[in-house]
């Protein structure tokens, strides 16, 4: 069945007030140690992303961009038991972005970003997410510029834009 487009967008409107409001709720009931990767899907979903870990474990991608401000990363070990969940998008992990990243580093580091975008004249591609920031009243965003050339991180920085 086809909805018109006014409705899927009043679908998407509601998503996206009420994902954070189901975070709270089920972020709090995965526990490190207890939770099972099946009580873990049946709480939040599918992953967007499942990141393969050197060991054979993995980390699921529970992003909440473009217009949220959260990435949760959850790891598992080899039962299938949660033994880590992380808030990824963090002053913490922006200062871990070094020269010459490749994109899947990022990625697997800050997760999918809100945007990409090609500036061919600097030679540059701009991913870009939306984080938290000070004062309320502003968006800010976090972005990692990579050479177009070698494909690597060239450098990072932050934009602060007004609301509305």
């Avoid at 070094?98 to 991913?127: A, C, T, Y």
């Amino acid at each position: 069945m086809k909805f018109p487009a006014w409705i899927n967008t009043a679908i998407a409107a509601i998503a996206t007030v009420l994902l954070p409001a189901c975070d709270a709720v089920n972020l709090q009931e995965i526990k490190p140690g207890l939770t099972t990767a099946a009580e873990v899907r049946t709480r939040m979903g599918e992953p967007g992303f499942q990141h393969w870990n050197d060991d054979g474990t993995a980390t699921w991608e529970y992003s909440r961009q473009p217009s949220g401000v959260h990435c949760y990363m959850i790891s598992f070990d080899r039962q299938q038991v949660v033994s880590k969940m992380e808030q990824v998008l963090n002053d913490a992990n922006y200062a871990r972005v070094r020269d010459g990243m490749s994109k899947d580093d990022i990625r697997r580091l800050l997760g999918v970003p809100g945007s990409k975008v090609v500036f061919n004249n600097l030679q540059e591609e701009i991913w870009e997410w939306r984080i938290e920031g000070m004062p309320p009243m502003e968006e800010t965003y976090f972005m990692v510029h990579f050479d177009t050339g070698h494909g690597g991180v060239k450098k990072t920085s932050k934009r602060v834009a007004a609301k509305g």
